[in-house]
């Protein structure tokens, strides 16, 4: 019954929900796409330092820690409301998953296997790209999943700082006691988080290399 | 820092509801998470099905999971604790499988031939050695609990996430900062004093 009146809602206001629908993607998206451009280079280049590492890679694992609606809330007083502060809250939560996973990804690679790479001639950028990277990609992947997964996930939440999506459905239905926009905008989202988690469960798969 | 030291009592009671929350939640799937956890170490079978049903309700955004209960039982405590229950059995589940497992088979031979019952050696050998693996996932469960619980305030469970949820409505920055602060804080000590009592079990299991 709440299904229906749910699915009625949304046939009725379609500019609405898809509207919503349309934010709640591309927050993510490009949320997920600077945390991606940041954290994975970065990642990267420190499994290569002694020094910087410990520092980041401690302040990482903290950053893993907090609470993803603290994090949205502190945003607000210091950027205001709007897609961008959201955006900015949400690519600070996704960078630690995939900064560790980059980090750890490649420093798992067998010093004998870069050694031998740099027997045959290559330089530090090909061992990088031909060798470690793609011994890499599963670790990496698996931190790009996690972090896509958080992403889709805080997006919800930042509605309470005016970024849109589909947590607006929720906040509106609780603040009206109604139960069948609750829906229209949890059942959503719920499916986004689902399928951005196969979605890159697949990519991952696909990404390995043969033989890994 | 003015607005904390004239409402600390309301900062306390809100820290105090928070916990009371995240440590019930936490005791409930402890619980929960022990025993399917021992039954997935035996069965591969049990173990697959567990961590996939377990698995989806961890992947379902915390607000969405919360909204889709309120049908069910509406709002307040019940509602936070049934999600925060929810979102720690998939990591819990799987570290105490995964720790009874990791025992090596030699050890539980050798309580089989001392004449141990299954129920002994389950309490005597296996959990005390897989309980570094048991609490590095009481670790995680923890700090995640602590996060739903701050979302929780919002189907009026109270905590923290209320200080949080004022201040954005009312625009008072100073609220936000400590309802904000005060969480984060309390998830970076309950991470810090968990993994010290992981690395002390596994300095002892040595």
Redesign the interface.
Known sequence: MLLVEAWQFIVAHPDRFFGALLTHVTLSAAALALATAIALPTGVWLAGTRRAASIAIATANVGRTLPSLAVLALVMPLLGTGFLPSLFALTLLALPPILLNSYTGIRQVEPEIVDAARGMGMTRGEIVRKVELPIATPVIFAGIRTAAVQVVSGAVLAAYIGGGGLGDFITAGIAMMALPQLLVGAIPATLLALGADQLFGRLQRALTPKGL | MKWLLANWDQVLIALGQHLVIASTSIAIAFILSLLIGIWAARYESVFRVALTVTG?LY???????L??L??VVG?GRANAIICMVAFSLMIMIRNVAVGIREVPREVVDAAQGMGMSATQILIRIELPLALPVIVAGLRIAT?TV??VA??AA??NAGGL?TL??S??SNDH?PK??T???T??AL??V??LSLARLESWLRRRAR
């Open positions: 989806l992947t379902i955004p915390t607000l969405a999971f909204a889709l309120i049908p709002l700090v602590i996060s701050v979302v919002y189907v996430g949080i949820f201040g954005i920055a936000i900062w309802g904000a602060l969480a984060c998830a970076i309950a991470d």
